[in-house]
């Protein structure tokens, strides 16, 4: 589904026409901390965004995009009331803010985390509305990262999905992910990481969808695959416990709270339950 924040990217490069936006009546502002939590009405169902009232600078502003025709932006900087994670309030917000709220943390991770040129070393400044920075020294321009990742429900032959957990989630178990690898395929990763796991060989795969994932800069993407092997022989640096289950089984032990999910702000959450409806691609 596509978004509705339009990301303006063919008129970003104008700082004046940036800075007109932010004088505008109807633009509004997010506040995000040096953790990047933001700012949220009581409950964290909603964004709280504001006016700007200051002067802009483009160092520190930054435009996500325009939203209906109105401009949104994000800061880092104090913030007053309520402020929530991106992982606890995802699964609340509406469509539109959660992508207002994906973007300002992807983005603010970016800043705080890469503020020097990766070529020659020198702190670069901000341009493109806060979507580049560059290096005054080399005269190179650089973009936000994005690290893709492959998450993976596997499901047998009996219709049961292959779940597993690591020794800090505690009783939490989820679906298979990890990173795609230099050179490597979407598909390839799937194949290779859940044979580095849990040493299933897969068959036929089927695209879920995608996820933003700023913790710090991941794009989640998500496939069903069917196991061709059902014997788990894990990987104990990679993951401590993993486990085939009926809906029942899994149904039983969440009920006996022996087991616990994914939050509902994340892409996992949303192919196990698909699973569990029975509208799962595969």
């Excluded at 026409?17 to 509004?28: F, I, M, Q, Y």
């Excluded at 341009?127 to 893709?148: K, L």
Aim: aromatic content about 8%; proline content about 4%; some cysteine.
């Amino acid at each position: 589904m596509a978004s509705n924040l339009d990301r303006v990217d063919h008129h970003r490069s104008s700082d004046d026409w940036v800075a007109g936006l932010w004088r505008s009546e109807d633009a509004r502002l997010l506040k995000l901390t040096a953790t990047s939590e933001f700012t949220t009405h009581a409950g964290g169902t909603r964004l709280r965004m504001t006016k700007p009232f200051v002067e802009f600078d483009l160092q520190r502003h930054r435009l996500l995009g325009l939203l209906d025709g109105a401009p949104v932006f994000a800061v880092e900087a104090l913030t007053e009331g309520e402020v929530r994670a991106l992982r606890e309030v995802g699964g609340l917000l509406s469509d539109d803010e959660r992508d207002i709220a994906a973007a300002a943390v992807g983005i603010s991770n970016w800043h705080r985390s890469e503020p020097f040129c990766p070529l020659c070393g020198t702190r670069t400044v901000v341009i493109n509305g806060g979507f580049a920075r560059r290096c005054e020294s080399c005269q190179h321009d650089h973009f936000p990262r994005t690290d893709p990742a492959v998450i993976v429900a596997v499901i047998d032959d009996r219709d049961r999905i292959l779940l597993g957990g690591q020794a800090s989630w505690g009783n939490r178990v989820s679906v298979l992910a990890g990173f795609v690898e230099a050179g490597e395929s979407l598909e390839q990763a799937i194949h290779r990481e859940v044979g580095e796991e849990v040493d299933v060989t897969l068959s036929d795969l089927a695209y879920f969808g995608s996820q933003p994932w700023p913790f710090p800069r991941s794009l989640m993407v998500g496939y069903f695959a069917r196991a061709v092997t059902t014997d788990i022989c894990l990987d104990l640096d990679e993951i401590a416990f993993a486990d085939w289950y009926t809906r029942d089984e899994l149904t039983a032990a969440l009920a006996a709270d022996k087991r616990g999910l994914p939050g509902h702000s994340s892409i996992a959450a949303r192919m196990i339950q698909a699973w569990r409806d029975g509208v799962a691609p595969l």
